[in-house]
């Protein structure tokens, strides 16, 4: 049975900071690309960062500079480092593993308010 499960969302100041994880289990992770996708309230769900299974990474260019994702294949995680988080950058975030085959996790929340 393949599980993805994030963690690491909460409620953070703008200009804050978290650390978002997504722990997989029920596959061989190192052979799979790790992305992180949001979806804010009315808004349809966005490709956020993207780690491939040799470490090369993408991001959308509303978080370059500010998200970086990461991946640690001993311990079957992905990361995504939020800094400098903005209001908008509030939405349920979801980790996503593909190699053909797709799973999803069931997301985590991050409110960036004051």
């Known amino acids: 049975q393949v599980r993805l499960v994030e963690s690491g969302g909460g409620l953070v100041q703008p200009g804050g900071s978290l650390r978002l994880s997504c722990a997989a289990s029920?596959?061989?992770?190192?052979?799979?690309?790790m992305r992180w996708y949001r979806q804010a309230p009315g808004k349809e769900r966005e490709l956020v960062a993207v780690i491939t299974s040799d470490g090369n990474t993408n991001y959308a260019d509303s978080v370059k500079g500010r998200f970086t994702i990461s991946r640690d294949n001993a311990k079957n995680t992905s990361y995504l480092q939020l800094n400098s988080l903005k209001a908008e950058d509030t939405a349920v975030y979801y980790c996503?593993?593909?190699?053909?085959?797709?799973?999803w996790g069931q997301g985590t929340q991050v409110t960036v308010s004051s």
């Open positions: 996503n593993a593909w190699s053909g085959n797709v799973y």
């Open positions: 029920g596959i061989i992770f190192s052979r799979y690309a």
